[in-house]
Nanobody, 130 residues
């Protein structure tokens, strides 16, 4: 079982930047795909960005393309979400996630479901004021 702990959320004004971090323990860090999801009040949890095990494949929600970047540092067992030019509609609780050990990367599954997720972080609040 992988344990995930997010940090880096906060309250910022529109146009600002934040970097979320997700520290992982309990499994060899480089051996899984990972992603960031978000959930705003009254909305379903949605994928923001995802990165395959090899790093060769990345996915972004259309709403964050060009503004957000997902990355990982295997030496630090940490993944990141750099968020630039934040907008009020980015306000949500952000969750990091890693895949089930048996999962084989499938972009459609990753983009449209949460069935590939094996572990979730506890979430960190991001609030963007206008």
């Amino acid at each position: 079982q992988v344990q995930l702990v997010e940090s880096g959320g906060g309250l910022v004004q529109a146009g600002a930047s934040l970097r979320l971090s997700c520290a992982a323990s309990g499994r060899t860090f480089g051996n899984y795909a990972m992603g960031w999801f978000r959930q705003a009040p009254g909305n379903e949890r949605e994928l923001v960005a995802a990165l395959s095990r090899s790093g060769a494949d990345t996915l972004y929600a259309d709403s964050v393309k060009g503004r957000f970047t997902i990355s990982r540092d295997n030496a630090k067992n940490t993944m990141y979400l750099q968020m630039n030019n934040l907008k009020p509609e980015d306000t949500a609780v952000y969750y990091c996630a890693v895949d089930r050990q048996s999962f084989r990367w499938n972009s459609l599954v990753v983009r449209t479901t949460t069935s590939w997720v094996g572990s979730w972080g506890q979430g960190t609040q991001v609030t963007v004021s206008s």
